[in-house]
């Protein structure tokens, strides 16, 4: 049980980084324009 929570954890984690990734991301294209 402790283990799906950690992986949960982690998985969300990695979710939010890529989103954050992927916003950061398309500021900066918008931000420069290409």
């Known amino acids: ?3 799906v929570v950690v992986v949960v954890g982690l998985f969300g984690s ?3 980084i890529l989103l954050f990734g992927l ?3 398309f ?3 918008g931000e420069f324009g290409f």
């Open 23 to 25: 916003f950061f991301d």
């Open 27 to 29: 500021f900066v294209i």
């Open 14 to 16: 990695g979710v939010r």
């Open 1 to 3: 049980m402790i283990f």
